[in-house]
């Protein structure tokens, strides 16, 4: 008895099989697929979708048919930078919004006051978002 057939026995025995070209093939290409999604997942996370600009707020003060909301805007030295500033009722439904534009500064952090009107009753104001124009 050869080893070769030796081997063949037991392969069949515990249900063994040889990997055909075809499968290692396969099986690289799946690997490398989920290599590149895996990087490309880590990468968009770790690279600010807005180009590093930032609001924070700091404050809201509500009137009758007004919402004043008081916040922080960190964004790259330079740029030109839109918010979207807006008032939400107690059922967090938009109440009062607008797009506020600020032009490029020398100064990384800047504090702003926008005023929102209403066309119902809000609970809070906030900065939704803000991004590089």
């Known amino acids: ?6 081997q063949t026995m037991l392969d069949e025995r515990y249900g063994r099989r040889t990997a055909t070209r075809r499968t290692r093939i396969a099986w690289i290409a799946l ?11 880590g990468w968009s996370t ?3 979708p807005n180009n590093g600009v930032k609001a924070d707020g700091t404050a809201f003060h509500l009137e009758e048919h007004s919402a004043t909301v008081d916040f922080q805007l960190t964004a790259p030295i330079g740029a030109t930078v839109a918010c979207a500033i807006e008032a939400l009722d107690e059922e967090y439904g938009v109440v009062g919004w607008k797009i506020v534009e600020y032009e490029a500064s020398e100064a990384h952090t800047r504090a702003f006051s ?12 906030l900065v939704n978002s ?4």
């Open 46 to 48: 770790v690279t600010d």
């Open 31 to 41: 690997i490398a697929a989920a290599a590149v999604v895996v990087i490309w997942f």
């Open 130 to 133: 803000c991004w590089v124009t």
């Open 114 to 125: 926008e005023t929102v009107p209403l066309v119902a009753e809000a609970t809070t104001g």
């Open 1 to 6: 008895m050869t080893a070769q057939s030796v």
